[in-house]
């Protein structure tokens, strides 16, 4: 069975850092661009950042310059370090293999004061 697991969500002031974590396996990770999504209450999901193969890095304006994307290749995960969090940023972050249906059960943040 494919998986995604998140993990490293929770409550943090404005301002505060996360890093969130997202483990796969050589199967779901292949040769493929992987990414994060979040979905807020209320809100479609959009892409966060994504990284290929190679580890080029793409990320949506709002959070350009404030999070990090990584992968390890050999350990089949992925990692968004996320600073400087704003309570704009609360959401259910998701791991995606990217272009298909595989996604992780999510990991909640929540920034507030």
């Known amino acids: 069975q494919e998986q995604l697991v998140e993990s490293g969500g929770g409550v943090v002031q404005p301002g505060g850092s996360l890093r969130l974590s997202c483990a796969g396996s050589r199967d779901i990770f292949g040769l493929y661009t992987m990414a994060w999504y979040r979905q807020a209450p209320g809100k479609q999901r959009e892409l966060v950042a994504d990284i290929t193969l190679r580890g080029t890095p793409y990320y949506a304006d709002s959070v350009k310059g404030r999070f990090t994307i990584s992968r390890d290749n050999a350990k089949y995960t992925i990692d968004l370090q996320m600073s400087n969090l704003q309570p704009e940023d609360t959401a259910v972050y998701y791991c995606?293999?990217?272009?298909?249906?595989?996604w992780g059960k999510g990991t909640p943040v929540t920034v507030t004061s």
């Open positions: 995606n293999r990217k272009y298909s249906d595989i």
